[in-house]
């Protein structure tokens, strides 16, 4: 659901952008450290709307890569841990569920508080 929201959110904005490009057709002065050169209004909405796009999905993209590498490194880690756990529950013998344990009772009150 959330992906199509964004979807959505995207698609709005594409239209907002493409509608105050077509707005705003005329020449522009664009000042850069090599030169000076005069470009469409609409031109320069665009490319910079698709520059701001690009640099968005390659940090997304590298976020995604960091989590499914965090993941990955999460799960080995697990894999190796698993079977240490299992010999520790089977070391363990479980006591019944009424049983005082040294000296707690079974919902877990001390017995001093009772006395």
Same mark, same amino acid.
């Given at each position: 659901?959330?992906? @199509?929201?964004?979807?959505?959110?995207? #698609?709005?904005? %594409?239209?907002?952008?493409?509608?105050? %490009? $077509?707005?705003?057709?005329? !020449?522009? @002065?664009?000042? #850069?450290?090599?030169?000076?050169?005069? *470009?469409?209004?609409?031109?320069?909405? #665009?490319?910079?709307?698709?520059? =701001? %796009?690009?640099?968005? =999905?390659?940090?997304?993209?590298?976020?995604?890569?960091?989590?499914?590498?965090?993941?990955?490194?999460?799960? @080995?880690?697990? %894999?190796?841990?698993? !079977? &240490?756990?299992?010999? *520790?529950?089977? &070391?363990?013998?479980?006591?019944? !569920?009424?049983? &005082? $344990? @040294? =000296?707690?009772?079974? &919902? =877990?009150?001390?017995?001093?508080?009772?006395?």
């Amino acid at each position: 659901m959330r992906i @199509q929201w964004s979807l959505i959110a995207g #698609l709005i904005f %594409a239209l907002i952008t493409a509608i105050f %490009a $077509v707005i705003n057709v005329n !020449p522009v @002065q664009v000042n #850069l450290l090599f030169g000076t050169f005069e *470009v469409p209004l609409i031109l320069l909405i #665009l490319g910079c709307t698709l520059l =701001g %796009a690009i640099i968005v =999905g390659s940090y997304s993209i590298y976020l995604q890569y960091r989590s499914q590498k965090k993941i990955q490194q999460l799960e @080995q880690q697990l %894999a190796q841990l698993r !079977p &240490e756990a299992e010999a *520790v529950e089977a &070391e363990m013998p479980l006591s019944p !569920p009424n049983e &005082e $344990v @040294q =000296g707690f009772t079974a &919902e =877990g009150r001390n017995q001093e508080d009772l006395a």
